[in-house]
Structures are given as structure tokens and as C-alpha cells.
Antibody, heavy 124, light 109 residues
Framework: EVQLVQSGAEVKKPGATVKISCKVSGYTFTDYYMHWVQQAPGKGLEWMGLVDPEDGKTIYSEKFQGRVTITADTSTDTAYMELSSLKSEDTAVYYC?????????????????WGQGTMVTVSS | QSALTQPASVSGSPGQSITISCTGTSSDVGSYNLVSWYQQHPGKAPKLMIYEVNKRPSGVSNRFSGSKSGNTASLTISGLQAEDEADYYCCSNAGSSRVFGGGTKLTVL
């Protein structure tokens, strides 16, 4: 069974950094891009960026560029999302989500498997 | 990159059909047949319902269908059921990145 299991809830002070993990199982980690998505309380989904676990290349949303770092550790089949200079507006659930490829191996642009989400609370 | 535009809410009675629109620009929805739709129940992770505008992943009911015209994509749910009540989000490629819609709350009356 394909699974993405994320780390637990975090409470951070403004200005701090948080690092969330997403451990995968049931498939070859390096074969699929991994994305990260933010969802503030009562709000919509916001794409943050992606990593190609095969070579570590990343693409980030302009909104988070400079504050977010997404990495992949192929020795543990785990993706990470680090967000720095935290503000109260960063209080949200963060999801990792696997890129969906069609039967020909082409990216569909969609996300087929999601982690359970990690709540990050930023408060002084 | 601005969020795609969705109606905040739609509603329908059991058995009816509803359509949710998702309007973008020529830089995202209009340029790619890479629009996907997600269903999200409260407290749960999103679930992929439609990809590449009108394709359903295995296991998704054929009551869900998608389409696109110009810069606007649409999700149609036919034969509404109580369990369809949820938030729905569209998403499109925008170059190498992705952009989501603001979300639509579907109420089944």
C-alpha cells in the first residue's frame, strides 16, 4: 500500500523555523516528484513547491521563495519541507502530495496520494 | 501567480446535478490540459477526483466529470448524494508550478 506519513504537530514562535517530514512507503521514492501544499485554518489550498527526489532539484512558489526549502533523503525515503522566518500567517496544515503520472509515465500535473497533514501553529 | 477563481458555494438536492467553475488565465488553465479537481471533507486530506481536465482515477465514481473551455474548467457532479457534500478545489499547471482555486463548498440540501 502506498503511504505518505508525516511528522507530528508543531508549535513555533514567530521568527523560528519548522521542518516537517514525509516518509513514503509502497513505491520507489525516486520515481515521483513530491509536492508540498499549505492550508491555513478555514482557507484554501496553496501550492508551495516540489522536489525531484532523484536529483534533488526543486521548484518553489514565488510566494514562499526564499523562506521554504524542500529536500529529499533517498536513504530514508523521506521528503522534508522547512519553512523559516515563521509568521502567525504561517499557522496552517501542511500536506505532502505525490505527483501523479499516467500509464505512459507522463506527468498529469495532479497529486494522487496525500499525507495526513501536519498542523503548524505559530504563536508567541 | 493568482489563485484560480471558483464560486464560494454551490448547492443542490439529492439526485440533481451541479457544476463548479474554475476560471484562470491564458497562462494556466488556458494553456494546459492539466487541470485537476480535489474533494476535501472536513479534517481530511484532499482526494483526487479528476485529472487532465476530464479523466477519472481508478475508483472515482463516474458521477464526476470534468471539462474545459478556454480559460475556464468545470467539474460536474451528477446524481448528487449526501456524501458529496465537501469542499472542492481545482488546480492547474502554470509553467513549472501549480495554482489552486480558492475552493467551493458544496452543500447537499
Amino acid at each position: 500500500e502506498v503511504q505518505l506519513v508525516q511528522s507530528g504537530a508543531e508549535v513555533k514562535k514567530p521568527g523560528a523555523t519548522v521542518k516537517i517530514s514525509c516518509k513514503v512507503s509502497g513505491y520507489t521514492f525516486t520515481d515521483y516528484y513530491m509536492h508540498w501544499v499549505q492550508q491555513a485554518p478555514g482557507k484554501g489550498l496553496e501550492w508551495m513547491g516540489l522536489v525531484d527526489p532523484e536529483d534533488g532539484k526543486t521548484i518553489y512558489s514565488e510566494k514562499f521563495q526564499g523562506r521554504v526549502t524542500i529536500t529529499a533523503d533517498t536513504s530514508t525515503d523521506t521528503a522534508y519541507m522547512e519553512l523559516s522566518s515563521l509568521k502567525s500567517e504561517d499557522t496552517a496544515v501542511y500536506y505532502c502530495a505525490r505527483n501523479y503520472y499516467d500509464s505512459s509515465g507522463l506527468s498529469t500535473g495532479a497529486f494522487d496520494i496525500w499525507g495526513q497533514g501536519t498542523m503548524v501553529t505559530v504563536s508567541s | 501567480q493568482s489563485a484560480l477563481t471558483q464560486p464560494a458555494s454551490v448547492s443542490g438536492s439529492p439526485g440533481q446535478s451541479i457544476t463548479i467553475s474554475c476560471t484562470g488565465t491564458s497562462s494556466d488553465v488556458g494553456s494546459y490540459n492539466l487541470v485537476s479537481w480535489y474533494q476535501q471533507h472536513p479534517g481530511k486530506a484532499p482526494k483526487l477526483m479528476i485529472y487532465e481536465v476530464n479523466k477519472r482515477p481508478s475508483g472515482v465514481s463516474n458521477r464526476f466529470s470534468g471539462s474545459k473551455s478556454g480559460n475556464t474548467a468545470s467539474l460536474t457532479i451528477s446524481g448528487l448524494q449526501a456524501e458529496d457534500e465537501a469542499d472542492y478545489y481545482c488546480c492547474s499547471n502554470a509553467g513549472s508550478s501549480r495554482v489552486f482555486g480558492g475552493g467551493t463548498k458544496l452543500t447537499v440540501l
